[in-house]
């Protein structure tokens, strides 16, 4: 049955790779354009990719709101953003290349203008780091393994000279990488208030490290059982 599945879905790909579909969704994107490649799959466009964030995301943004999306991938939750936010601005960080020419397609295909894709990483401050390929387009990652080497924003520096009014909710899954993210934009958090909302990769430290960065100012909650996250039980003490 598995092969079969596999066949008729190199089969619908071979004929659809490129095209253009509508997409369908309880969110701010639907009826939106999406463009159809085998390397993002039909969740995105279909409504059923991780609909729990997709509607609190859409939930959460207001038309003047601001929101960053660190580690982009396909532009999913950014073009649901962009598509909710009419006077705010969306901010999307996607070093990997080809994802990164894969959301500026769906940018432009639907004429977003209040959204800026950059091809570069979040990180604690400006760099050059190695960036290691993944084995599928939504696994890359910063490391010394890297095969290539990528531009590090820190988003405190990047929003210094934009005059942000707001800056409202931010999501990150970067692959492990999260807690120097959060370094890097710790002022503008401190300062906005923004809803954080972090992808903790196994062994990873990024939730450590944000734990030591935010316990004083956050309240910390498991998205996926929707109730207060209590680290003790979960890593042990992450008191340094």
Do not use: C
């Amino acid at each position: 049955m598995h092969l079969i599945k596999d066949i008729l879905r190199k089969i619908y790909y071979l004929y659809a790779n490129g095209r253009v579909t509508t997409m369908i969704g309880t969110h701010a994107a639907n009826g939106k354009k999406w463009i159809i490649d085998g390397e993002y799959g039909r969740a995105y466009f279909r409504g059923y990719y991780e609909p729990s964030l997709s509607r609190f995301i859409n939930d959460n943004l207001k038309e003047d709101s601001v929101f960053v999306d660190a580690g982009s991938h396909a532009g999913y939750f950014s073009l649901i953003a962009a598509s909710k936010i009419a006077d705010g601005h969306v901010f999307s960080f996607e070093p990997d290349k080809r994802n990164f020419n894969y959301i500026e397609g769906i940018r432009n295909l639907n004429n977003l203008s209040n959204w800026t894709v950059e091809n570069k990483g979040l990180g604690e401050r400006e760099a050059t780091l190695k960036f290691q390929s993944g084995k599928s387009s939504s696994t890359g990652k910063i490391g010394e393994e890297g095969d290539i080497e990528i531009p590090v924003l820190s988003l405190d520096k990047y929003f210094e000279d934009r005059f942000l009014q707001s800056f409202d909710l931010i999501k990150i899954d970067v692959e492990g990488h999260g807690g120097e993210v959060i370094k890097g934009a710790i002022q503008s958090i401190l300062k906005y208030k923004p809803i954080i909302l972090l992808e903790n990769h196994r062994g990873s430290n990024e939730f450590a490290m944000a734990w030591d960065l935010l316990k004083l100012h956050y309240s910390f909650y498991d998205f996926e059982n929707f109730k207060p996250f209590d680290p003790a039980a979960n890593y042990g003490s992450l008191e340094q």
